[in-house]
């Protein structure tokens, strides 16, 4: 009974982050996130750092300010699932950008959420 009491312990301690969207309802496992004012200011600087990327193209040495903020306001766990949302969706911008320049691109080039917790 221990051994499941622990299992059971050690799943609710691993934080779930939330998607990007602010509207979803969100399942928060991480008591200092608890509170909306908090995941707020997580995404909200998130978003300052990921526009200071984009007016930089992606130079991340122009943002270093943005990017410590972000790292301050939300959880490490969060912080890597975002980066990893943003990296796919700038992949998938660019796959149809070439798509609609009348490229063909096989859909194995394009990522899912299974090839993409294979490069943690």
Not at 16 to 32: A, I, Y
Not at 100 to 115: I, L, N, Q, R, W
Request: charged share 30%; proline share 5%; with cysteine.
């Amino acid at each position: 009974m221990a051994a499941e009491e622990t299992a059971s312990q050690s799943s609710k301690d691993e934080s779930s982050p939330p998607e990007l969207s602010e509207t979803s309802p969100v399942k928060v496992s991480r008591p200092e996130m608890a509170k909306s004012s908090k995941r707020k200011n997580c995404w909200e600087k998130r978003d300052l750092y990921f526009d200071c990327l984009e007016k930089h193209e992606n130079e991340q040495s122009a943002c270093s300010v943005e990017k410590e903020a972000y790292g301050i306001a939300c959880p490490g766990s969060w912080v890597k699932h975002f980066n990893k949302l943003r990296i796919q969706a700038r992949y998938r911008a660019s796959i149809q950008q070439l798509r609609d320049k009348g490229a063909t691109v096989p859909e194995s080039a394009v990522f899912d959420e299974a090839s993409m917790s294979q490069h943690d």
